[in-house]
């Protein structure tokens, strides 16, 4: 039953996050464990306008 | 005080969600206790090309 | 696949988590649908030295 | 490392997410101490159609 | 109802946590505006041994 | 900027944690990009009390 979330910039495609949730799976299985049929993985976008780190918002930064 | 939050998948109306509020609230009185004003729920959308169960997108199961 | 996730004080007992989780499954299926089985809930225990509201700890107000 | 996440409603404009950036930055530091280069904020925008409290959505409160 | 969260490293005293909770409940309403009453702050502290980044543990860099 | 959040059940190890780290920020630079320089991982233990499935508790099923 591990759940594993990932925050990301929006931008991959399908088959990317087709690849992000089986990399996660395959090696979460590998490192700890488990039956990959109970891994859940859930991929958020987080927009660079909704994003700070040092006190800036990355949309700025990318400017 | 007490927080809840729901991840599901989108398509859900607006009544099935004003119905989910009260359930999950009035749930959580019934069995922990407390004051149901202060119990907050929080209601996340997540589209199946962002959730993954057994190493594939739940996108991709649908088909 | 969907998720539950419950913030609330400690002090509940293993009966009243067991009824939680119950009640909030239940819940679930009955405003929005869903086979049960596939309802997930994560239980958080918030100390009130960890939670504020108002801008005070609640572990300030329960004094 | 320290991350900050915030749910809110929609409606805030660019600058204003930009001053809560750095607000919260910079509050953490004064209160909490680190360094602003580590510290991460996620901002989430809740509809009210998704957030109840008290049993109730607050998109029906606002009515 | 802005909900702030808060993922620390362990080993700041009550008085910390408690100028936390009002600095950042200060900084949300003067950022973003809102009633200071109803924005909730949790607090969660994360071990070095839970977290990691740039594929480290933090309790290793920390050595 | 990715953030990889991890909730399991406890008693994974130090080195499995550290492995748990490696493979995901590997993972996640090989399916979608990136430097792993700035990719957190956060590693949460749930307890089989505080999760449940099925409208049961893990702690339950587990007798």
């Known amino acids: 039953m591990?759940?594993?979330?990932?925050?990301?910039?929006?931008?991959?495609t399908p088959d990317q996050k087709r690849?992000?949730?089986r990399e996660l799976t395959e090696g979460f299985v590998r490192a700890a464990g488990g039956n990959?049929?109970?891994i859940h993985?859930?991929?958020?976008?987080?927009?660079?306008?909704?994003w700070g780190?040092?006190?800036k918002l990355a949309?700025?930064?990318a400017t």
Chains 1, 2, 3, 4, 5, 6 share one sequence.
Do not use: A, H, Y
């Open 36 to 38: 990959p049929q109970g």
């Open 19 to 21: 690849e992000l949730v």
């Open 59 to 61: 949309s700025d930064k």
């Open 53 to 55: 780190s040092g006190g």
């Open 2 to 12: 591990p759940m594993i979330r990932v925050e990301m910039f929006p931008g991959r």
């Open 41 to 50: 993985v859930v991929i958020t976008e987080v927009d660079p306008g909704d």
